[in-house]
């Protein structure tokens, strides 16, 4: 049990974080912060924390633990307060792993061993303290790609915490979780946003949006999600995300001259790869234990 | 009422056609027929269809009006079969017009006046006739895309078809339609049949599949259709499709090179614009009468 724990920011991820810890008694007290009033006040108001803290350096000082729950551009200078601080230990929640271990090193220093980078993989289009829910981790995974500084003990710790909101705690490096959701995650998002933009940009956009149907719905669907965060996310992973977006194109353009040039086998055959992956992964042939 | 309708190819739409037309009595009996025999006693033992006809050419002679709900590359050796037959009139369901109708007048000559283009929105990655629902089109728009020889009260008797199984009508031009359905149906149906076929090519697909979301999930959904059915689509409406797939590869390399380049801005913007025609979207705003 955590008597004390912190968290900063307070949209879907961090209310979640919040709510959960208090209903599944992970946390005696919950501490948040959101730098903006209204969404601190709304966290309040809904019994997601039990208390708010003035600032971030005030939060620090009262608790045991803290999450960072705000978007990957914000790490460095919220570290940077942190570091001050020599009781609580920290965990972020962000969506790139290999440039929040930068940032924290940097702001850090030898601080760093108290840092233990996470990515609880849950979310949705829906943002604010609002859309926060108790059960949000369940069932999920919580990535950890610990840090050579980091104690054995406080491992453990991180992993009892995700554990007990629900999740299955898998590990592995920064470099591999980086490469993985820059292609289950970032190049969809971007492919998604980049399609409906278009669209929105188009002359005859309205008439498009008119006549679409739930195809769209769903390849849409993603591009509802916060544009601060995945601006974020996609200069983040930069590394990782630049290739996969151009082994996608890449992938298209292949697409592209089948059609120009007749080639309905080319078509085929890779409607079928992708329908049959699909359906594998579907029927749960992946699942495999954490590897 | 229709005394007799035929449907030919008995998957999710013809299915839902024969069944709807029944359930809603819209025909008094309903004969199928679908190249795969299997199927054909499938859609008769689930009571889809009142009969199963040997052939196309026996359907023909027995029913007043045919639905074609066959892939789109099927249309002309059919429509050559029911040139034949002088009494019923044909609509088809396929997702692409100009290729279907300059089929339909290479085979039927001056019986294409018994030709109605039609394209009801509705269908599901489920397919066969096991996914038929006779509420399939309630709800949904069924698209025609008249011709100039079909005389005003076959336009009538197709327009009554059509919202009797629960659809609204609306009427556009078949190069409108082409134009419209490429952006909004066949381009992102590529563009999920390419990056799951693309994941499922790499040696870490396994291991990217299994860390998938529902992010993912939403924008795989369209890459489990039917391989065939949208081979025959890309194919047919390539005149469309085709620029409508360059100008997305250019608004995808416009956000690599804006990745590359750090440029936060123009990420920010791109999906603020997107997020926030999507939301326009599901308030309603472009559901406007038809035009």
């Known amino acids: 049990l955590i008597a004390r724990l912190g968290v900063v920011g307070l949209g879907l991820l961090g209310g979640s974080v919040a709510k959960a810890a208090l209903v599944r008694g992970v946390a005696q ?16 108001a809904l019994a997601i924390v039990s208390r708010v803290a003035d600032s971030v350096d005030s939060l620090a000082a009262q608790v045991d633990v803290v999450i960072l729950a705000t978007p990957v551009g914000t790490m ?5 307060i942190l570091a001050a601080h020599e009781r609580p230990w920290f965990m972020d929640v962000g969506s790139t792993k290999q440039s929040v271990i930068s940032e924290a090193t940097a702001a850090l220093g030898k601080g760093i061993e108290r840092f233990i980078p996470a ?21 999920r995974h919580a990535i950890l790609t610990p840090l050579p500084a980091n104690a054995p003990e ?14 299955s705690v898998i590990e592995m490096s920064a470099a591999q979780h980086d490469a993985i ?6 190049v969809p998002h971007l492919a998604s946003f980049a399609l409906v933009a278009h669209y929105a ?26 544009p601060v965060m995945w601006r974020d996310i996609a200069l983040a992973n930069k590394a990782a995300v630049l290739p996969d977006l151009d082994r996608y194109i890449d992938a298209l353009q292949a697409m592209r001259h089948a059609i120009a040039d007749g080639d309905g086998p080319y078509l085929t055959d890779t409607m079928t790869r992708a329908r049959s992956m699909r359906a594998r992964w579907l029927a749960g042939e992946f699942d495999t234990p954490a590897d």
């Open 181 to 186: 959701f820059s292609a289950v995650s970032h």
């Open 29 to 44: 007290e919950v501490v948040g912060f959101d730098v903006n009033p209204t969404t601190a006040a709304t966290a309040k």
């Open 76 to 80: 460095r200078s919220l570290l940077t």
């Open 201 to 226: 940009d188009r002359s005859d956009g309205p008439l498009l949006f008119k006549h679409a149907g739930g195809g769209f719905r769903d390849f849409a669907r993603i591009s509802g999600s916060s």
């Open 119 to 139: 990515h609880p993989i849950a979310g949705g289009e829906r943002s604010g303290p609002e859309a926060a829910r108790d059960d949000l981790f369940v069932g």
């Open 154 to 167: 406080l491992l453990v710790s991180a992993r009892t915490f995700w554990t007990q909101l629900g999740a």
